[in-house]
Antibody
Framework: QVHLVESGGGVVQPGRSLRLSCAASGLTFSSYGMHWVRQAPGKGLEWVAIISYDGKNQDYADSVRGRFTISRDDSKSTVYLQMNSLRVEDTAVYYC???????????????WGPGTLVSVSS | AIQMTQSPSSLSASVGDRVTITCRASQGIRNDLGWYQHKSGKAPKFLIYSVSHLQNGVPSRFSGNRSATDFTLTISSLQPEDFATYYCVQDHTYPLTFGGGTTVEI
């Protein structure tokens, strides 16, 4: 059974950095693309980033491009989200999401972790 | 980025009702659209991909369809466990974009 557990969330001041981790189990991790999706308080879901199964391709939402970096370590079955220059509007629950397949150009959000809360506040 | 306009933003319904939610894309996305169910405090659940293909384990009362530029999610007979917020998402082009969500309330 697939299991995703996010960690690294917390309270941080504007302009500071935070790194989220997502540990996966119950799957052949290196066969799947991975995403981060977030939900700000009282708002809807917003896709944040994707990394392909082989780590060669990444893409980002316009709102985080240039500030956030997604990466993966297949030896640890873990995907990361490095968040720099954090803003108040980055406050959200961040979900780690497994893609349905290895096809970077046909993504789908197959399985979601429980999420970790990031709060950006002075 | 492609804009996804979802309607209504909320609706009230009763157990046994037929419910339809609509999403419209700001440009062509072929059949690259999925639907997700989200209950407060829980991880979202994948329901439908490629407009109309049910994910494994999703009850057959859920269905998806497309008419020109409008994409619909229909619940044929609403059950108590279906009260939640539903989101469409286009996966045609990066950045992927969600609709604003539809909350189905009792």
């Amino acid at each position: 059974q697939v299991h995703l557990v996010e960690s690294g969330g917390g309270v941080v001041q504007p302009g500071r950095s935070l790194r989220l981790s997502c540990a996966a189990s119950g799957l052949t991790f290196s066969s799947y693309g991975m995403h981060w999706v977030r939900q700000a308080p009282g708002k809807g879901l917003e896709w944040v980033a994707i990394i392909s199964y082989d780590g060669k391709n990444q893409d980002y939402a316009d709102s985080v491009r240039g500030r956030f970096t997604i990466s993966r370590d297949d030896s640890k079955s873990t995907v990361y989200l490095q968040m720099n220059s954090l803003r108040v509007e980055d406050t959200a629950v961040y979900y780690c999401v497994k893609d349905l397949t290895s096809d970077y150009y046909d993504p789908a959000f197959d399985f979601w972790g429980p999420g970790t809360l990031v709060s950006v506040s002075s | 980025a492609i804009q996804m306009t979802q309607s209504p933003s909320s609706l009230s319904a009763s157990v046994g009702d037929r419910v339809t939610i609509t999403c419209r894309a700001s440009q062509g996305i072929r059949n690259d659209l999925g639907w997700y169910q989200h209950k407060s405090g829980k991880a979202p659940k994948f329901l439908i991909y490629s407009v109309s293909h049910l994910q494994n384990g999703v009850p057959s009362r859920f269905s998806g369809n497309r008419s020109a530029t409008d994409f619909t999610l229909t619940i044929s007979s609403l059950q108590p466990e279906d009260f939640a917020t539903y989101y469409c998402v286009q996966d045609h082009t990066y950045p992927l974009t969600f609709g604003g969500g539809t909350t189905v309330e009792i």
